[in-house]
């Protein structure tokens, strides 16, 4: 069976090979044939990943035979939505983001965020609170700031669909934050089997397929940089 990929390209500069049946697989690359070499351990990580917590039946069987679904180039638009070197970077909306999610695709997303959820409170657990808040060389933020960061999106990905609550009741807590947001989400998304949602704002698309999808990422994705900084 084919591996059915999203290529998105410019994403921050580099190339994203997103594995669409596998919310948070993926591969980055500086081009797409760096993202296509980084894939087989990319996929080899994930299995690991899902074995780990417990779920290697979800395992990929290889990368092989690649389909690649669509294809899309990062842009950025300023505020009156005209294209410009500097504003808002509009990031992929792939044919397959269209898709209604099924309830077996939820019930399978939900365990893949509390498992991301798990990875990320593991990565800091007995994590000083000078580390927390150090700052690093040329890093945007401390680790402090990327788990504010990491709630702040997962807030924000429910907005872009209009379901988020105001965001005044977002606690400044970090760790009420995280817990706040995250239990919303996943009391969210089962409301969202079958739903045909699509919405634009701000100049890009979103549905619940696309929500899930860069939500399971964004959150890995942190996790695997809160472990590099805290190595080095």
Not at 96 to 107: A, C
């Amino acid at each position: 069976m084919s591996l059915r990929i999203g290529i998105e390209n410019g994403a921050e500069g580099r190339t994203i090979f997103w594995v669409l049946d596998h919310p948070g697989c993926f591969a980055y690359g500086k081009d797409q044939p760096a993202a296509r070499a980084a894939l087989p351990s990319a996929v080899q990580e994930y299995n690991t990943w899902l074995a780990n917590h417990g779920q290697e039946l979800r395992s990929i069987a290889g990368t092989d035979d690649i389909q690649i679904d669509s294809t899309w180039e990062v842009y950025t638009i300023d505020k009156n939505f005209i294209l410009a070197r500097e504003g808002y970077e509009v990031n992929a909306w792939f044919q397959d983001d269209w898709r209604p999610l099924t309830d077996l695709e939820i019930k399978m997303g939900i365990t893949l965020l509390k498992m991301t959820r798990a990875d990320l409170l593991s990565s800091v657990e007995g994590v000083s609170e000078e580390v927390m808040n150090q700052k690093f060389p040329k890093e945007r933020w401390s680790i402090a700031g990327i788990l504010r960061h990491v709630s702040n999106a997962d807030w924000w990905y429910l907005d872009r669909l209009g379901l988020a609550f105001p965001s005044d009741q977002v606690p400044a807590e970090i760790p009420a934050r995280l817990a706040m947001v995250r239990e919303f989400m996943l009391g969210t998304i089962p409301q969202l089997s079958g739903s045909k949602l699509v919405i634009g704002i701000d100049g890009e698309f979103w549905s619940p397929r696309k929500l899930l999808r860069r939500a399971v990422w964004h959150e890995r994705d942190h996790t695997f940089h809160i472990r590099k900084l805290l190595g080095a």
